[in-house]
């Protein structure tokens, strides 16, 4: 299998990003099409993450994408939950796999962020339906937690899920209405095995060394694209899009405009959109 070397691209012939940002802050706009703005766990800045009520907002401040992490429960449900423990995000203990779904609905999943208690915790199931109740077309990006102890299954269950709600066979990355990402190469490579047509963010918290074909998509931290500014536009150079991660300072949010990046993930979607969509911007849609 051949792999395409990202850290050895040649950099395209492109504007310093310094001088750019100097632009855009001169003029007071942004002029980037399709930069996508995707809530981080919800509007995780304004309510409990992973919670029902954060999603609600994040649509509801016109979020283009929705971003989960998701887990495997102890009878097999998908769940969304970052950690591998319940301890920071809920009053129960342990980890979410050694819970069944029934005993991880009888706990509370927001109080601990000073919000009012919501109980129970919100499966992969209950958001997907959430979608597909909704007059405006919103992606969803799951990320797939690794390692876990029941290793595939994760991606196998997800596919599943995917295909009970028509999300298993998009024709394109633009008509796509989920996205799967992953630090883990190999659980990437298990989606296209088993949906082919689903696109994949390959995630990275440093300098990929590889590019493997299964990654439709190239998901720096925004740390990285600090340091390498470049990163984006050689990525382009090889046909793929750029999912940044997670982004809340204004500098930050204006440089990952600036460069190119395409979906961007932030903890407050309203603040993004307001630093984006200035007088004159197209670079995201306005809410409707």
């Keep these: 299998m051949r792999y395409l070397w990202v850290s050895a691209l040649t950099p395209l012939a492109v504007s310093p990003a310094a001088d750019r940002l100097a632009t855009a802050r001169s003029t007071g706009t942004i002029d980037r099409v399709h930069l996508e703005v995707v809530a981080h766990r919800g509007a995780s800045a304004h309510r409990a993450e992973h919670t029902l009520a954060a999603y609600e907002l994040a649509i509801a401040d016109g979020a283009d994408g929705l971003e ?16 591998r423990l319940l301890d920071r995000t809920s009053d129960g203990t342990g980890p979410v796999s050694a819970r069944t779904l029934d005993e991880l609905a009888e706990l509370d ?45 994760v991606e196998r269950e997800l596919v ?5 709600y028509g999300k298993a066979s998009p024709l394109s990355l633009d008509t796509a209405g989920v996205v799967v990402m992953s630090f883990s190469s190999a659980a990437m490579r298990r989606v296209k095995r088993l949906a ?7 995630l990275t918290a440093g300098p990929p060394r590889k590019l493997p074909p299964w990654a439709d998509i190239l998901g720096p931290g925004i740390r990285k694209l600090r340091a390498d500014p470049g990163f984006v536009a050689r990525a382009a150079a090889r046909g793929r899009p750029t999912y940044c991660w997670t982004v809340n300072e204004p500098e930050d949010v204006r440089l990952c405009a600036e460069l190119g990046v395409r979906y961007l993930a932030t903890d407050s979607p309203s603040t993004t959109r307001s630093l984006l969509a200035g007088p004159g911007s197209t670079t995201v849609a306005k809410p409707k």
């Design 68 to 83: 989960c992490d998701v887990r495997l429960t102890k009878d097999g449900h998908l769940v969304c939950v970052h950690d």
């Design 109 to 153: 999943f927001a109080s601990w962020s000073g919000a009012e208690p919501e109980i129970g915790v919100l499966s992969l199931d209950a958001l997907l339906a959430l979608l597909a109740d909704h007059d405006r077309p919103v992606r969803l990006f799951v990320e797939t937690k690794h390692p876990i102890r029941y290793g595939g299954q």
């Design 160 to 164: 599943r899920l995917l295909g009970r």
């Design 196 to 202: 082919p047509a689903v696109p994949t963010v390959l």
